[in-house]
């Protein structure tokens, strides 16, 4: 792809551009708050600047998971906000500091996992949302227990593989954003006032997290050369 200023393609121009119009055009329409555009916004940064393995990820990202944190605590997600104060806060700092000591030029060393590894990420995933579900299900005012309990896990998994620069971590997101889109697509039916700006965003992830294994892939087959 032909690269412009600071190292950014046509693609991810055009891509931030989209999405963050898009996001303009909800929050009129259906005259969201101030809050909800700033953490769409930061989240589509976030993600965009993980795709290119750049460090100010990390910042965007501190942002974006406080503010998810309260627009899932209100709708009554309460493993989405365990899940980003208690371990998404302390993991943005120290993905910073890993991926900062991790550059090679200024540029970010990517890996790969071997397929033995890949296939216990797979069980623990499964056993871990089995398990984490049944536990949900038993609090009181809990929405989607078992889809909550797939979008928490997963979203772990693939933090820890992100900090540990594994290519593998957008093939986990990939599966992580479907289910939360319909995470929240229910929330929306059932008359959760940021279901759809949330599903507007989780949609951008998808296609964010789908260029992020192709970019990723590339940097750990360079790596590996």
Not at 15 to 25: D, E, N, P, R, Y
């Amino acid at each position: 792809m032909k690269k412009y200023a600071n190292d950014w393609n046509l693609f991810e121009i055009v891509w931030l551009v989209l999405f963050t119009s898009i996001a303009i055009g909800f929050t009129v329409i259906s005259k969201d708050s101030l809050f909800g555009f700033t953490v769409f916004i930061t989240g589509v940064l976030c993600v965009v600047l993980a795709a290119k393995g750049n460090l100010m990820s990390y910042v965007f990202g501190m942002y974006n998971t406080v503010g998810y944190a309260y627009l899932a605590y209100v709708n009554g997600l309460f493993g989405e906000v365990m899940l980003n104060l208690l371990f998404f806060v302390p993991m943005n700092v120290i993905g910073f500091y890993m991926w900062k000591n991790n550059l090679q030029g200024g540029k970010l060393s990517m890996r790969q996992m071997q397929v033995k590894s890949l296939v216990l990420v797979g069980v623990i995933c499964v056993l871990g949302c089995l398990l984490l579900g049944l536990g949900l299900s038993f609090i009181p005012g809990q929405n989607s227990p078992y889809i909550d309990a797939i979008t928490t896990v997963l979203s772990i998994v693939a933090t820890l593989l992100m900090v540990r620069r594994f290519k593998e971590q957008w093939l986990v997101y990939i599966v992580l954003n479907m289910f939360t889109v319909l995470l929240w697509a229910i929330r929306m039916f059932e008359g959760s006032g940021e279901g759809l700006l949330m599903i507007v965003m989780w949609s951008a992830y998808l296609v964010n997290a789908v260029y992020g294994y192709y970019n990723w892939n590339k940097g750990a087959k360079e790596v590996s050369a």
